[in-house]
């Protein structure tokens, strides 16, 4: 089983910077870092990985970060929200493309 978190505040938008290149739907989308996260959650489910990973949203503002001390730091350092992380490691900073994600999680797969 594959964990993939998003760290964020379910409620707002993401800012306009994001690591991906701007293809991850950030601001100019007006989707809020839950949606953002639901979209990419249905995504997953319903590909051919479905049944090998589990993701959780985890709201900064709301749940407990202990045992995620580096999607913490990055938070307390100023990396934009949402923080993707796959395998307890942030890969992606102020959006979700859910390719990407996918993308990720297929190599993590081996």
């Given at each position: 089983m594959i964990g993939i978190a998003v760290f964020g505040i379910r409620?707002?938008?993401?800012?306009?910077k994001c690591s991906c290149g701007g293809t991850c739907?950030?601001?100019?989308?007006?989707?809020?870092?839950?949606?953002?996260y639901e979209e990419l959650e249905s995504f997953l489910v319903q590909s051919d990985l479905g049944a090998e990973v589990q993701v959780q949203f985890l709201d900064v503002l709301d749940d407990d970060l202990?045992?995620?001390?580096?999607?913490h730091m990055m938070f307390k350092n100023g990396f934009a929200l949402p923080l993707v992380a796959v395998k307890g490691i942030v890969?992606?900073?102020g959006g979700i493309n859910t390719t990407m994600v996918y993308d990720e999680v297929k190599k993590a797969m081996g």
């Open positions: 409620d707002e938008v993401p800012p306009s739907g950030g601001s100019a989308s007006n989707k809020t870092m839950g949606e953002m202990s045992g995620h001390d580096a999607a890969l992606f900073s």
